[in-house]
């Protein structure tokens, strides 16, 4: 079943609020942002929450600095100093964290107002933006589609963009989730098992150096499942979390990147992905846009790595006319006794 309806105004625009449910999972989207607002599954007794972080209105989500729940690009991540060189031409992005480019710049994806079909015959909605040329400093005229359908307890995400001409693409979806359905509390005590060997090493502006660091005996190594709290990565100077986990396996073939669990309510995500990486971001910063304690929510971001338009030896993020953008996410859903 597909509704729509109205959530606010922005821009002068209507922004509307599309629902799709089905027997397993009811969520909703608003076309700022092509943004869920909602994720309604049901616990192992069969209570049915959100398990999302949100806002209440639109006012929350133009304010928003935390990405909830967006579509972000054109380069998902950071971008060091916003520069990159393409072509022998070098070109200058929107710097929106410091002297660094993140998330697609301040008027990047997240922000836009996005056009949208829905697919009742599918449980599916589809939305599509135009990025000219030079917009946040990206050159080449870009056409984005991202497409969410329901098939019974799974969510699949297709990213999919084209091209005029040579530049970079590196799109993610940035729920922050808490599977206990009381948002307002720690994840902390969420157990998370991430197939990954390696992580991507950051310097303290939490850009890569280019080097990559095992994760055996650190506080990365959730090769086995476990709960986030560590003491280590969540003392006064790391806040957390906030790292690319290099997934196994070979990119553009899907695979499981991560499960996520919550023993109390007994709720199991499991991410699926074709891409490279995996960025886990605790919401140690929450607090900043005053709805949320910090880490209230945890967004397990499917991409590219950081900042690999300046490192060669990165999976490349260049997308041409004649080799379009494509990645698939899939979001399953389960409990456990």
């Not at 079943?1 to 922004?15: A, D, E, L, Y």
């Not at 304010?63 to 690009?73: E, I, M, P, Q, R």
């Not at 056009?115 to 589809?126: A, K, Q, R």
């Not at 939490?206 to 990559?212: I, K, R, S």
């Given at each position: 079943?597909?509704?729509?309806?109205?959530?606010?105004?922005?821009?002068?625009?209507?922004?509307d609020?599309?629902?799709?449910?089905?027997?397993?999972?009811?969520?909703?989207?608003?076309?700022?942002?092509?943004?869920?607002?909602e994720?309604?599954v049901?616990?192992?007794?069969?209570?049915?929450?959100?398990?999302?972080?949100?806002?209440?209105?639109?006012?929350?989500?133009q304010?928003?600095?935390?990405?909830?729940?967006?579509?972000?690009?054109r380069f998902?991540?950071?971008?060091?100093?916003?520069?990159m060189?393409?072509?022998?031409?070098t070109?200058?992005?929107?710097?929106?964290?410091?002297?660094?480019?993140?998330?697609?710049?301040?008027?990047?994806?997240h922000?836009?107002?996005w056009?949208?079909?829905?697919?009742?015959?599918?449980?599916?909605?589809?939305f599509?933006?135009s990025s000219?040329?030079?917009?946040?400093?990206?050159?080449g005229?870009?056409h984005?589609?991202v497409?969410f359908?329901?098939i019974?307890?799974?969510i699949?995400?297709?990213?999919?963009?084209?091209?005029?001409?040579?530049?970079?693409?590196?799109?993610?979806?940035?729920?922050?989730?808490n599977?206990s359905?009381?948002?307002h509390?720690?994840?902390?005590?969420?157990?998370?098992?991430v197939?990954?060997?390696?992580?991507?090493?950051?310097?303290k502006n939490?850009?890569?150096?280019?080097?990559?660091l095992?994760?055996?005996?650190?506080?990365?190594?959730f090769?086995?499942?476990?709960?986030?709290?560590?003491e280590?990565?969540?003392?006064n100077?790391?806040?957390?979390?906030?790292?690319?986990?290099?997934?196994?396996?070979?990119?553009?073939?899907?695979?499981?990147?991560?499960?996520?669990?919550?023993?109390?309510?007994?709720?199991?995500?499991?991410?699926?992905?074709?891409?490279?990486g995996?960025q886990?971001?605790?919401?140690?910063?929450?607090?900043?846009?005053?709805?949320y304690?910090?880490?209230?929510?945890?967004a397990?971001?499917?991409?590219?790595?950081?900042?690999?338009p300046?490192l060669?030896?990165?999976?490349?993020?260049?997308?041409?006319?004649?080799?379009?953008?494509?990645?698939?996410?899939?979001?399953v859903?389960t409990?456990?006794?």
């Open positions: 079943m597909i509704k729509v309806s109205p959530f606010g105004q922005c821009n002068g625009h209507v922004i609020k599309i629902t799709l449910s089905n027997q397993h999972i009811t969520t909703s989207f608003i076309n700022l942002g092509a943004r869920m607002t994720l309604n049901a616990d192992r007794d069969g209570i049915v929450k959100n398990i999302v972080l949100n806002y209440p209105d639109i006012i929350g989500y304010k928003d600095t935390s990405y909830l729940g967006a579509v972000c690009g998902a991540n950071r971008i060091a100093k916003g520069q060189i393409l072509d022998g031409n070109f200058q992005l929107d710097k929106n964290e410091g002297e660094h480019h993140l998330h697609g710049g301040t008027n990047g994806f922000q836009r107002i056009d949208y079909e829905i697919d009742p015959s599918d449980t599916s909605v589809c599509t933006l000219p040329h030079l917009d946040m400093g990206y050159p005229n870009c984005v589609k497409t359908q329901l019974e307890n799974q699949k995400v297709l990213f999919e963009a084209t091209t005029d001409r040579p530049t970079v693409l590196n799109l993610t979806h940035h729920n922050y989730y599977l359905g009381e948002l509390s720690s994840i902390r005590q969420h157990t998370l098992q197939q990954a060997e390696q992580i991507t090493v950051t310097d939490n850009l890569p150096t280019g080097a990559l095992s994760v055996a005996d650190t506080p990365f190594d090769r086995t499942r476990r709960p986030l709290e560590h280590q990565a969540f003392s100077t790391q806040r957390g979390y906030d790292h690319n986990f290099v997934l196994n396996g070979e990119r553009h073939t899907e695979r499981l990147a991560c499960q996520l669990a919550e023993t109390r309510s007994g709720r199991v995500l499991q991410v699926y992905t074709t891409e490279p995996l886990v971001y605790t919401g140690g910063y929450l607090s900043h846009d005053g709805r304690q910090d880490y209230s929510g945890i397990l971001e499917p991409q590219n790595f950081p900042n690999s300046n060669s030896h990165f999976p490349s993020s260049l997308v041409t006319p004649q080799t379009p953008y494509r990645h698939t996410t899939r979001l859903f409990t456990s006794s």
